[in-house]
């Protein structure tokens, strides 16, 4: 059967061409000639795109210059003004010498695979916004547990750990976590729920719910995506009210003791007065005396949990402050045959502070001081140093024993509402420390190591902190205690 070549070139579903060296187009199919008009006489980027001189990157161009076949990827308006875009492919034609005298272009509408390409691209940007502005952490992880995806609140929480594991970025730790709800769910395929505690890569603890999906491709668990909604709130009010039964109970049973005591201090005064037994009278008194003291000291430890104290600020001596602690304290050292002793730099200086409240937060470190050595392995021969010392800006305040000292999981805990190792007391104590430093614009540093000892270090500002524009601040909440 002899092939009508001709009939062929017309019917073929794309837009045929040839072209001269000049670029001037010699020939072109029907569909061609339908979509660009007439062409006699016109070079080819007249007809494709309304130009006036050659496109720089030209792909029958290439032909004429190589003799090799290329091919691009380009936009062309057509008579009734549309846009196409289409792939071209050149391919040299040669006369009977071998000589390329000519070029076919034939040029592929590929303007709808370019409009589901868009489309595409703006359902992937959708989701990527979703993804990133989605208000809880979110990461995809692999059967290895490898962070190989994450939105930006993880990111910004927990640093760039794309590659690495799930429990080095959440827990800082070197193991998987037992249980693992992604675990769990690359093992059955279903989503998991569980409530962890994270930490943040600039060290803030966060309660967060997690809940894991399965992702499959082909029907194969390949990557579990891990959502984790922040909860510390919630779970902060929760402690909030956990901490106020607690803190009834407790003071109940101090107070008790403490009532008790008086009580019997006072049967002591009454009964030496109808005696007339001067002795007794002393005894009693002092009973009433010391309980009344331990009294209103709980009542000032709880006064600074309950509300935001505003200091009553005066010039205040590190060294007459220091001293006036160690001094108070020295009593219960030799009590407990510890050595209690006071160092203070020539750069000490003063500061302005609330006496009573940097006396109760010092006061509250020694005692802990104290305790530890009390609580050591030998305690003969502890020993507590209270050091002064500072700067331009700040003093500082070291109280240092070689007494039981903390493992880590206890550093971590020591500020905490109620806790104590002690078996004994509210467990206010460095947690209202630590508040008075902050009220103060300062910090405390805490280094111990179990078995070797423990060292407080404050910092306080010398001169109070500007917190007029600070509306969290003790001072602009107006509350004023007299504790």
């Given at each position: ?104 272009e034939m040029s592929t509408d590929i303007t709808h ?245 940097v006396r109760s937060l010092l006061a509250n470190l ?118």
């Amino acid at each position: 059967m002899e092939l009508d070549y001709r009939e062929i070139f017309e019917a073929m579903p794309c837009f045929l061409s040839v072209q001269d060296r000049d670029f001037k187009i010699v020939e072109a199919n029907e569909r061609f000639r339908k979509f660009f008009g007439d062409f006699e006489g016109r070079y080819c980027y007249q007809v494709y795109k309304q130009r006036s001189e050659r496109c720089e990157v030209c792909p029958v161009a290439r032909t004429f210059r190589d003799g090799e076949r290329h091919e691009s990827e380009e936009e062309m308006t057509t008579l009734s003004g549309d846009v196409l875009s289409v792939l071209v492919r050149s391919k040299p034609i040669y006369d009977e010498k071998g000589e390329i005298v000519a070029a076919m272009e034939m040029s592929t509408d590929i303007t709808h695979i370019k409009n589901l390409q868009k489309l595409l691209r703006a359902s992937q940007k959708r989701y990527h916004t979703l993804f990133d502005e989605v208000p809880c952490y979110i990461s995809i992880q692999d059967q290895d547990l490898n962070i190989i995806e994450a939105n930006k609140a993880f990111l910004e929480d927990f640093g760039r750990a794309l590659g690495a594991k799930c429990f080095e970025a959440y827990k800082h730790r070197n193991t998987p976590c037992e249980p693992c709800p992604v675990q769990q769910t690359l093992a059955d395929g279903v989503s998991h729920t569980r409530e962890e505690v994270v930490t943040s890569r600039h060290g803030k603890r966060k309660n967060v719910l997690v809940t894991t999906a399965p992702i499959l491709e082909g029907g194969e668990l390949t990557a579990v995506m891990e959502m984790s909604a922040d909860i510390t709130p919630i779970r902060d009010l929760e402690d909030r009210l956990t901490q106020l039964g607690l803190l009834i109970g407790s003071v109940s049973h101090s107070l008790k003791g403490l009532l008790n005591g008086l009580s019997g201090g006072m049967y002591l005064v009454n009964s030496g007065f109808a005696k007339s037994d001067e002795s007794r009278v002393k005894r009693g008194w002092a009973t009433v005396q010391r309980n009344a003291e331990r009294i209103k000291t709980m009542v000032s430890d709880i006064l600074y949990y309950a509300k935001d104290r505003v200091p009553s600020w005066e010039l205040l001596s590190a060294r007459e402050i220091a001293g006036d602690v160690v001094a108070m304290m020295e009593p219960r050292a030799a009590e407990l045959g510890t050595d209690l002793s006071l160092e203070v730099g020539a750069d000490a200086g003063d500061l302005e502070g609330d006496p009573q409240a940097v006396r109760s937060l010092l006061a509250n470190l020694v005692e802990n001081s104290l305790d530890a050595c009390r609580l050591a392995e030998y305690p003969e021969g502890c020993r507590v140093v209270v050091r002064v010392n500072g700067d331009p800006d700040m003093v500082r305040f070291e109280v240092e024993d070689d007494g039981l000292g903390m493992d880590q999981e206890t550093q971590e805990k020591a500020f905490s509402l109620f806790f104590s190792t002690k078996g004994t007391g509210t467990g206010l104590g460095l947690f209202i420390s630590d508040k008075i430093a902050h009220a103060h614009g300062g910090d405390i540093d805490l280094n111990s190591k179990l078995g070797e000892g423990t060292k407080f270090l404050v910092s306080l500002p010398r001169v109070r902190p500007d917190q007029s524009g600070d509306p969290e601040s003790p001072m602009m909440k107006g509350n004023t205690i007299d504790a």
